[in-house]
């Protein structure tokens, strides 16, 4: 496979942009390679500019569900952009996409658009404080909810303590009001509530854990959540960035059965665009301003081309709901391949899947939180990686992410790339 055009981008690259890419991720940096510069997608597949073309389950990184430049997306956008690309004022598409956003998650009543998922956590945060008074957040190990100050944090040398700053920038005194639990341990958030009864904002969660590979939550532990942040005056905030339009048109908080108090949306909802939401409970999305005292703004929120995208994309899965059963169904195939490797070489594999979402970990397993999905093999995930390059197939170059599979993969792709999972077994 020939990459010496995107070699050499990358080294010119280097020079004018940090690390060469706009996205820690994409530097291909954990998998040893330099990274594939993309000329051009279409549904399934994507185009390098050196020509190879591969079988993606990146699909950018989660909003391609539809594919890659899905014709009735493309005209929609195309149409919008001859009247303009930003306004800086209202439009009734985004009233149209509100609307669309509550029909689907009813517990979204009031909604605010934005333009990036850590645009959408921040503000929600910011909202949780102001309705509650409070001044803590409780978020959970593993979990990631964008690149904002107070949010970019690990555990401690003891899980149950306020959170240490995870990057460079950031303050101590910006991370003081962070509390880090476990995914998947009630005790762990049991203790902290119970330490801090009256201190509590809000409990932000990735209803699936799907930015350390993809961690389903355990039975009981979402409807756990709910309780207990109910019992203690709480805001329960869904991360739905990821999950949001993907594991069915009403996310994880229908597909779990639980009504969280606060929704945050991204990717999905924006169509490919760049495009976010945040939302809830009327009483609390009032206090946003110009209503309430929480400010929050911005030049480009809901701006008529990503909404276009938007309400093009949610249309469309309004009426095929049968996307989902299907995507599913090729979802499951994949994660049986993988299985089927591991019994047969012996390799330690576990993997994990729910709806169009999976992660195979190169561990024996289970994966149930952070420390059991960062015991896998990143050596062994590398060399994955190139295999599955090497054979047209594109996966995250990066064993904690997920694979994504979308509605324009077909049953001969999903098999294409059950052999190359299998390949030399």
């Known amino acids: ?14 020079k004018r942009i940090p690390g060469g ?26 185009t390098d500019v050196d020509g190879n073309t591969f079988i993606d389950y990146v699909c950018s990184w989660g909003p391609g569900i539809l594919g890659h ?8 956008v195309q149409a919008a952009c001859t009247k303009g690309l930003t306004y800086g004022a209202p439009t009734k598409k985004e009233l149209l996409l509100a609307e669309l956003i509550h029909e689907a998650m ?27 008074g409070r001044d803590f957040i409780l978020k959970f190990k593993g979990n990631y909810h964008g690149h904002s100050d107070g949010l970019l944090v690990k555990a401690g ?37 119970e330490r801090y009864p009256d201190q509590v904002a809000a409990v932000i969660v990735e209803p699936v854990a799907a930015n350390m590979g993809v961690v389903l939550p355990e039975e009981g532990f979402l409807p756990f959540l709910r309780e207990i942040t109910r019992q203690y005056g709480a805001l329960l905030i869904f991360d739905e960035v990821i999950t949001g339009f993907r594991l069915g048109m009403g996310g994880a908080q229908e597909y779990f059965g639980i009504k969280p108090d ?40 809901g701006n008529p081309i990503a909404t276009t ?27 049986e391949a993988f299985r089927e490797r591991g019994r047969k070489t012996g390799e330690a594999i576990w993997v994990n899947q729910v709806g169009s979402l ?68």
């Not at 945040?278 to 005292?293: F, H, N």
């Not at 990686?385 to 594109?394: A, K, N, S, T």
């Open 262 to 301: 606060m929704t945050t949306l991204g990717k999905i909802v924006g169509g490919g665009m760049p495009m976010a939401a945040y939302g809830g409970r009327a009483e609390i999305m009032d206090m946003v301003s110009p209503v309430g005292p929480v400010y929050q703004a911005g030049t480009l929120s």
């Open 69 to 76: 430049a899905h014709p009735e997306v493309i005209e929609a």
């Open 157 to 193: 040398s003891a899980a149950l303590t306020t959170a240490v700053p995870d990057s460079g920038g950031v303050p101590a005194s910006y991370t003081k009001n962070t509390l880090v639990a476990l995914y998947n341990d009630r005790d762990s958030v049991r203790e902290l509530m």
């Open 309 to 335: 995208a938007g309400i093009a994309t949610l249309e469309i899965l309004k009426r095929h709901p049968e996307y989902y059963g299907e995507i599913e169904r090729k979802a499951k195939r994949l994660a």
């Open 1 to 14: 496979m020939n990459t010496s055009k995107s070699e050499a981008l990358f080294e010119k690259s280097r």
């Open 106 to 132: 009813p517990s979204v009543e009031k909604v605010r658009l934005v333009s990036s998922g850590t645009e959408a956590v921040m503000s929600a945060i910011r909202v949780a404080r102001g309705y509650t």
């Open 21 to 46: 890419v706009n996205s820690p991720v994409r530097a291909f940096g954990s998998v040893g390679r330099s990274p594939l510069f993309i000329d051009h997608a279409r549904g399934s597949h994507i």
């Open 358 to 425: 999976l992660c195979a970990f190169f561990t024996a397993g289970p994966v149930q939180d952070y420390d059991s999905a960062t015991a896998s093999d990143t050596k062994a995930y590398a060399e994955y990686f190139g295999r599955m390059l090497e054979q047209g197939v594109y996966v995250a170059p990066s064993q904690f992410e997920a694979m994504f599979v979308s509605a324009a993969h077909t049953d001969e792709e999903i098999e294409k790339t059950c052999k190359a999972i299998l390949e030399k077994v």
